[in-house]
Antibody, heavy 119, light 107 residues
Framework: VQLVESGGGMVQPGRSLRLSCAVSGFTLSGYAIHWVRQAPGKGLEWVAEISFDATKTYYLDSVEGRFTISRDDSNRTVNLQMNSLRAEDTAVYYC?????????????WGQGTLVTVSS | AIRMTQSPSSLSASTGDRVTISCRASQEISTYLAWYQQKPGKAPKLLISATSTLQSGVPSRFSGSGSGTDFTLTINSLQSEDFATYYCQQYYGYPYTFGQGTKLEIK
């Protein structure tokens, strides 16, 4: 099982960035996937979830309306489109696999990709 | 949102010691609690789910207990590789939330 994030970088406030999470070693269509972030020197913060069948998405209030999570099971990727970025969005963003159907704990994580929002 | 509060925020211990980390939820979460270990520059690693279910490959010196609002992670006979930061996470309801972390350092 492997998850690999990409797409991070430095961006100005108000601009957009698209993160991708490429998975291998398991069938993506069977699992909900989450994004969790960690600001520099801080703790973990859950950001978004997409259900195994893409019918449901959930977001942290502070990113609702700005971030969009999506999945492409055929290409084994989950994406996080981040618009109207703010300084407080600066963090390492991890994608993580939810193990159970109704129990959202995360058994495999990617290595993370750093997003820096700064002018 | 359900607030998760860990104590202590940091802890110094020696190899061979037994340590306990507490996690308190701001409301009832049944046993919908997980524990993670994170080392510097690395992704978190799942240790325990459903309050007390040890993940495959995790040493038996790790254990979890609790229910409702109060939970505990215990590490028996600390090994050098256990010095890390530990997080609890509730998955009872959205938004899923983590404790602020407990940094376990070598004394």
């Amino acid at each position: 099982v492997q998850l690999v994030e990409s797409g991070g970088g430095m961006v100005q406030p108000g601009r957009s960035l698209r993160l991708s999470c490429a998975v291998s070693g398991f069938t993506l269509s069977g699992y909900a996937i989450h994004w969790v972030r960690q600001a520099p020197g801080k703790g973990l913060e859950w950001v978004a979830e997409i259900s195994f069948d893409a019918t449901k998405t959930y977001y942290l209030d502070s990113v609702e309306g700005r971030f969009t999570i999506s999945r492409d099971d055929s290409n084994r990727t989950v994406n996080l489109q981040m618009n109207s970025l703010r300084a407080e969005d600066t963090a390492v963003y991890y994608c993580a696999r939810q193990l159970g159907s109704f129990t959202a704990y995360f058994d495999h994580w990617g290595q993370g990709t750093l997003v820096t929002v700064s002018s | 949102a359900i607030r998760m509060t860990q104590s202590p925020s940091s802890l110094s211990a020696s190899t061979g010691d037994r340590v306990t980390i507490s996690c308190r939820a701001s409301q009832e979460i049944s046993t919908y609690l997980a524990w993670y270990q994170q080392k510097p520059g690395k992704a978190p690693k799942l240790l325990i789910s459903a309050t007390s279910t040890l993940q495959s490959g995790v040493p038996s010196r790790f254990s979890g207990s609790g229910s409702g609002t109060d939970f505990t992670l215990t590490i028996n006979s600390l090994q050098s590789e256990d010095f890390a930061t530990y997080y609890c996470q509730q998955y009872y309801g959205y938004p899923y939330t983590f404790g602020q972390g407990t940094k376990l350092e070598i004394k």
